[in-house]
């Protein structure tokens, strides 16, 4: 057992120290040596958790993931209904930015360079598809419970995870630029007013 847990005190302090890294950094410029330094661990102990800095990264990414995850299941389970559940999720982005404390531009970054390299494309597009499977499940709750029109559900979707991603975009480019958690509520409503049905009631903000 406590073998286990100083295995466990390792994984998280790799994970720590690469994120730190990455954020100041940049993805290219970080190297194995440098996080193992920060984490205070042999490249040993670094590859015995991660067969590469490029699956490192990708824990991070999958656990920055994973809370998101967490917070649009809850959203969605206290929601009256589907348009209020999205209401709920527009206010996400204030927390978002705040989850991800820095590590956004490091995210842009690899997903830039992933762009440009197959195995990474496949790797970093999988969370987009999740989400536009969520929303896109949730988007025919709401034509099946009446309070959306009948859109088709996979365009809906994928309109909606392009305006969450402009969103994180500009708000990681600019973050001074705008309050963006009411450009999020806001945008939210625009995009609601066109799936909505007319006759249902918009609650305040």
């Given at each position: 057992?406590?073998?286990?847990?100083?295995?466990q005190e390792t994984r998280?302090?790799?994970?720590?120290?690469?994120?730190?890294?990455?954020?100041?950094?940049?993805?290219?410029?970080?190297?194995?040596?440098?996080?193992?330094?920060?984490?205070?661990?042999?490249?040993?102990?670094?590859?015995?958790?991660?067969?590469?800095?490029?699956?490192?990264?990708?824990?991070?990414?999958?656990?920055?993931?994973?809370?998101?995850?967490?917070?649009?299941?809850?959203?969605?389970?206290?929601?009256?209904?589907?348009?209020?559940?999205?209401?709920?999720?527009?206010?996400?982005?204030?927390?978002?930015?705040?989850?991800?404390?820095?590590?956004?531009?490091?995210?842009?970054?690899?997903?830039?360079?992933?762009?440009?390299?197959?195995?990474?494309?496949?790797?970093?597009?999988?969370?987009?598809?999740?989400?536009?499977?969520?929303?896109?499940?949730?988007?025919?709750?709401?034509?099946?419970?009446?309070?959306?029109?009948?859109?088709?559900?996979?365009?809906?979707?994928?309109?909606?995870?392009?305006?969450?991603?402009?969103?994180?975009?500009?708000?990681?480019?600019?973050?001074d630029g705008a309050d963006?958690?009411?450009?999020?509520?806001?945008?939210?409503?625009?995009?609601?007013?066109?799936?909505?049905?007319?006759?249902?009631?918009?609650?305040?903000?």
């Amino acid at each position: 057992m406590a073998r286990q847990q100083r295995a466990q005190e390792t994984r998280a302090r790799i994970l720590e120290a690469g994120a730190a890294c990455f954020a100041r950094n940049g993805y290219d410029a970080t190297g194995v040596a440098e996080i193992c330094r920060r984490a205070d661990v042999t490249k040993g102990g670094f590859y015995h958790h991660f067969s590469s800095k490029r699956a490192l990264f990708l824990a991070l990414f999958e656990q920055w993931l994973t809370i998101l995850d967490g917070q649009l299941a809850a959203f969605r389970a206290e929601a009256e209904n589907v348009p209020d559940g999205l209401r709920e999720m527009a206010g996400m982005i204030g927390q978002v930015f705040e989850v991800a404390s820095g590590q956004l531009p490091m995210f842009l970054d690899f997903w830039s360079k992933a762009a440009h390299d197959a195995d990474g494309w496949e790797e970093i597009i999988a969370p987009y598809r999740r989400y536009q499977a969520f929303f896109s499940q949730m988007i025919q709750e709401g034509i099946d419970e009446g309070t959306l029109r009948a859109v088709d559900p996979e365009t809906a979707a994928q309109a909606l995870v392009s305006l969450a991603v402009g969103l994180l975009q500009q708000g990681t480019l600019d973050p001074d630029g705008a309050d963006w958690a009411q450009v999020a509520k806001q945008s939210i409503d625009i995009y609601l007013k066109g799936i909505a049905k007319q006759n249902l009631k918009k609650p305040g903000f």
